[in-house]
């Protein structure tokens, strides 16, 4: 499992550059963003909570944020292969961090209706989704820069992704708890200010310039914007193994959302346990997650990767949604996500080496763009539904009927044949010369993000 991207030589290194020092910057602007986002994950929904008491407008908030995610994604992918990853990083977030910032000063200035709340969230999310996008798209190279092998570079990437999953909702209830939820929101603001620092100057000169593509015929103009869009949709049109990634994902990623942004912060408030029970929940899950994810970054080569996909979703998805169900106390709730953190935790380092295997590094930002943003499609809608559905049923049934969609889910998908392509590595490559259009797997939406860690949005920023 130590592939290379199709088309890139797989000479280890760049000549005479090699160094840790683009991947260690890449990791580290990952944490600080994560992080912000994971604590405003915990302080964005319990504020709309406490301020206005409606599950549905929770639900609203966290549609705001991610529909212009998914949608603003899907769209920067060539932007990213055109521009380079690393300017469209600190630029996007310089501006998540002023708008993360607007909400409480707005708040403080008494002029923070719920639709300029709607207005700054969406904002937020517009300009998140090309900021993280470039940011996974700058892996292979800085593993390449410092000679890592390609399968551990994202085992790392996992790992810094469960360590802010882990200290962000700590963090996160810790601040709602002591200061207030708008507390959280500036700590996420000064987290994307930072990470836009160490992309723009920490980062080794001449790291996240744009791929260099095969050269146009003489006399060609070069692709314009439609026609990288287009290249794109090619790659994820043909195999089953992808539609099915993607409609599995799809799913799933719904289903987190909803848990993470309406469900899991109604059963804190409903329950008693309150912020705090947020943020610890999350943190014992992504630490688990963080030891999943160090597993498969040592271990990936030997893992059988559809295995290791069905158990972790089988340990870390319908188990949450049944245990809050119950209502048991919140030690048993405790167990269930940390076990479940330790699967989910092998997810997405093997779905990220097969990304990076299988797709050209000149079409990296586009395909991964438009995966992602398939897989994500249903997010926005998560929490949106399933505030409209705690409202009309209640707690109960909803999470009853998630852990059975859940279960049913990734059961079922487990059983179709074109799995087993998942184990077979990279696709072999003809003779000609040209790329062949293979499909990238799209980027599960980081369940302990989603569900216990810190909700998958309404992470402002």
């Known amino acids: 499992m130590t592939g290379h991207a199709p088309g890139i030589p797989a000479t280890g290194p760049l000549p005479g550059t090699r160094s840790p020092r683009a991947l260690a910057g890449v990791l580290a602007a990952m944490?600080?963003?994560?992080?912000?986002?994971?604590?405003?994950?915990?302080?964005?929904?319990?504020?709309?909570?406490?301020?206005?008491?409606?599950?549905?407008?929770?639900?609203?908030?966290?549609?705001?944020?991610?529909?212009?995610?998914?949608?603003?994604?899907?769209?920067?992918?060539?932007?990213?292969?055109?521009?380079?990853?690393?300017?469209?990083?600190?630029?996007?977030?310089?501006?998540?961090?002023?708008?993360?910032?607007?909400?409480?000063?707005?708040?403080?200035?008494?002029?923070?209706?719920?639709?300029?709340?709607?207005?700054?969230?969406?904002?937020?999310?517009?300009?998140?989704?090309?900021g993280d996008l470039a940011k996974e798209v700058m892996v292979p190279e800085a593993a390449e820069r410092a000679g890592t092998p390609l399968v551990r570079a994202t085992g790392l990437s996992g790992v810094t992704e469960r360590l802010a999953s882990t200290l962000g909702p700590a963090a996160g209830g810790g601040l709602v708890a002591l200061l207030g939820p708008l507390a959280g929101l500036v700590v996420n603001a000064a987290c994307f200010a930072l990470g836009s620092v160490i992309i723009a100057l920490a980062l080794p000169r001449g790291t996240g310039r744009p791929a260099q593509e095969a050269?146009?015929?003489?006399?060609?103009?070069?692709?314009?914007?439609?026609?990288?869009?287009?290249?794109?949709?090619?790659?994820?049109?043909?195999?089953?193994?992808?539609?099915?990634?993607?409609?599995?994902?799809?799913?799933?990623?719904?289903?987190?959302?909803?848990?993470?942004?309406?469900?899991?912060?109604?059963?804190?408030?409903?329950?008693?346990?309150?912020?705090?029970?947020?943020?610890?929940?999350?943190?014992?899950?992504?630490?688990?997650a963080v030891a999943g994810s160090l597993i498969a970054a040592m271990a990936a080569h030997r893992l059988r990767r559809r295995l290791v996909f069905f158990a972790g979703f089988l340990l870390g998805g319908a188990p949450r949604f049944l245990i809050l169900a119950w209502d048991l106390p919140l030690g048993a709730a405790l167990a269930v996500f940390a076990v479940g953190g330790f699967g989910?935790?092998?997810?997405?380092?093997?779905?990220?080496?097969?990304?990076?295997?299988?797709?050209?590094?000149?079409?990296?930002?586009?395909?991964?763009?438009?995966?992602?943003?398939?897989?994500?499609?249903?997010?926005?809608?998560?929490?949106?539904?399933?505030?409209?559905?705690?409202?009309?049923?209640?707690?109960?049934?909803?999470?009853?009927?998630?852990?059975?969609?859940?279960?049913l889910t990734t059961s079922l998908a487990g059983l179709r044949p074109e799995w087993r392509e998942m184990d077979e590595g990279p696709p072999a490559r003809g003779g000609s010369g040209e790329e062949d259009d293979v499909p990238a797997v799209p980027r599960q939406a980081t369940e302990p993000e989603t569900a216990p860690t810190a909700p998958p949005r309404p992470r402002t920023g």
């Open 215 to 288: 050269a146009p015929r003489t006399g060609s103009p070069e692709p314009g914007y439609w026609k990288r869009f287009g290249e794109g949709l090619a790659f994820l049109r043909r195999e089953p193994l992808l539609l099915t990634v993607i409609v599995t994902i799809g799913i799933t990623n719904l289903l987190d959302a909803a848990f993470a942004t309406v469900l899991l912060p109604v059963w804190a408030k409903t329950s008693g346990n309150g912020p705090a029970a947020l943020g610890l929940l999350g943190s014992t899950m992504g630490a688990t």
């Open 31 to 130: 944490a600080v963003s994560l992080t912000g986002t994971r604590i405003s994950a915990v302080a964005l929904p319990w504020f709309v909570l406490v301020t206005t008491g409606s599950a549905t407008r929770t639900g609203l908030v966290a549609f705001c944020e991610m529909a212009p995610y998914v949608l603003v994604k899907a769209l920067t992918g060539p932007l990213v292969d055109r521009t380079g990853p690393r300017t469209v990083s600190w630029t996007t977030d310089l501006a998540s961090a002023s708008a993360a910032l607007a909400v409480p000063v707005c708040h403080a200035a008494d002029v923070l209706s719920f639709p300029l709340l709607l207005a700054l969230v969406a904002v937020i999310g517009a300009v998140r989704g090309p």
């Open 344 to 407: 989910v935790g092998f997810v997405n380092p093997v779905l990220g080496a097969v990304l990076f295997e299988r797709v050209p590094r000149h079409m990296l930002g586009r395909v991964r763009a438009l995966g992602d943003s398939l897989a994500w499609a249903g997010i926005p809608l998560g929490g949106l539904l399933a505030g409209a559905a705690v409202a009309a049923t209640g707690l109960f049934p909803v999470l009853l009927a998630g852990g059975i969609v859940y279960c």
